[in-house]
């Protein structure tokens, strides 16, 4: 071999063995595009940046207890949407006109407040409250009341007095129900 040729050869396996171990570049195009993803991702991450900047950075703070009970947050709370009724048919009320009116008081002391101030005296239903007394009185009679006064006997029954309106005469009345 002569010289010349030597050098040839040595080059030549130079660099072979350079594009074996990747000191050198592949030739072609690919090797200019890393220059421009590399400032792709530059810029992308500089706008990244600038956006955080001007969002802020959100701080949390720990929220400071001031009482030692700790009191559970209300949430939300629906209301419910059953799939069929629990009862197949509402109840009806059993206080009715008939079951509050029990029957008249026809005692002298009741007599005396027929006579003197206008006012029938029955016994009702324990569980009945003025505005149902006057009702009932109001449905079974047609007498229209003033006012009605209850108490409730140690016996555990509750009386009504019930005060007529000034145009109804309280005789008259306890004469048509037949109390007199």
């Known amino acids: ?33 890393k220059p421009v993803e590399k400032k792709a991702a530059k810029v992308a991450k ?34 419910r949407t059953p799939r069929y009724p629990r ?3 509402p109840s009806r009320s059993k206080l009715d006109a008939f079951n509050i009116i029990k029957y008249p008081l026809t005692t002298e002391s009741a007599m ?10 029955f016994v009702v239903d324990l569980r009945a409250n003025k505005h149902q007394i006057k009702q009932a009185v109001k449905k079974l009679y047609q007498i229209s009341v003033q006012k009605i006064n209850t108490l409730v006997t140690p016996l555990a029954t509750k009386k009504a007095y019930v005060r007529l309106a000034p145009d109804y005469d309280a005789l008259d009345v306890a004469n048509k129900i037949g109390i007199i």
């Open 87 to 89: 009862k197949s048919v």
């Open 46 to 79: 500089a706008v990244d940046a600038k956006k955080k900047v001007a969002k802020g950075k959100v701080v949390h703070k720990k929220k400071i207890r001031t009482s030692v009970h700790f009191r559970r947050p209300k949430t939300l709370a629906l209301p």
């Open 1 to 33: 071999m002569s010289a010349p040729d030597a050098v040839i050869v040595t080059v030549l396996l130079k660099f072979l063995w350079k594009r074996q171990c990747g000191i050198m570049a592949p030739k072609g195009k690919p090797a200019a595009a």
């Open 112 to 121: 005396k407040s027929i006579e003197d101030t206008n006012t029938l005296v």
